[in-house]
């Protein structure tokens, strides 16, 4: 785990109507680490990860990265920002269906400004990385669960991200499939210097991660506290 401060949570609540998602959250996130949050389903967990990568607002407290207040952007320039330091896996891929895999990868460097060539060479290479480039020029339709999940990662690491928030990654992959991905993020913090954010009830996530919690009653548990 690196010692560079890249986000900070401080006294963050989520409140909807009556009902108390999360109650003064802080939270810490370094350069090249991976952090763990375990929970049920419905106990918060993407709200929290929303809210870190700037997605949602809370209802009080601060999101700074590094000296910069993330909910105080305006709208444009926060996803100008997402796009250039964030990457997300979600458990649904959110493929496009009519491109191909490197075309679903290449996306988010396009919408940066890139050229077609670059984000095409940058696009391959990461598909090659990951083990699925013979699968480039298929469609999403066309793929089993893990290899969309891959592609899905491609497509976040594009844009050489400081951060990968992951919610529920492996939710609809078998153990091995899940296990591969596991195993996967491991390698790429290692290789890319990247911190990843991952919200899981997955326990299988535990042996890579830096740091865990356990969210429960809208708070941060190093153990289970039940």
Not at 19 to 39: D, K, P, Q
Not at 144 to 166: D, H, K, M, T
Not at 177 to 183: A, K, S, T, Y
């Amino acid at each position: 785990m690196g010692e560079e401060v890249l986000l900070r949570a401080e006294g963050v609540w989520r409140v909807f109507g009556t009902h108390t998602v999360l109650r003064e959250v802080s939270l810490t996130l370094y350069a090249n680490e991976i952090v763990v949050i375990e929970g049920p389903s419905g106990v918060g967990k993407s709200t929290l990860l929303n809210i870190l990568a700037g997605l949602d607002k809370p209802s009080r407290g601060t999101v700074w990265w590094r000296d910069q207040n993330l909910h105080r952007l305006p709208e444009k320039r926060l996803a100008r920002f997402r796009n250039q330091h964030m990457g997300f896996v979600f458990q649904f891929h959110f493929l496009l269906p009519e491109l191909t895999a490197i075309e679903n990868v290449m996306l988010a460097c396009l919408l940066k400004g890139e050229s077609w060539r670059t984000c095409f060479q940058k696009a391959y290479t990461l598909l090659e990385e990951l083990g699925i480039v013979q699968r480039a020029r298929h469609y999403p339709g066309q793929l089993s669960g893990g290899e969309q999940q891959r592609v899905a990662i491609a497509r976040a690491l594009i844009n050489q991200p400081e951060i990968v928030f992951a919610d529920e990654p492996t939710g609809n992959l078998d153990l091995h499939q899940g296990e591969q991905i596991r195993d996967l993020f491991h390698t790429l913090k290692t290789r890319y210097r990247i911190t990843f954010v991952i919200v899981t009830h997955n326990p299988i996530f535990r042996s890579i991660a830096d740091r865990w919690f356990y969210l429960y009653d809208g708070q941060l548990h190093t153990q289970k506290p039940f």
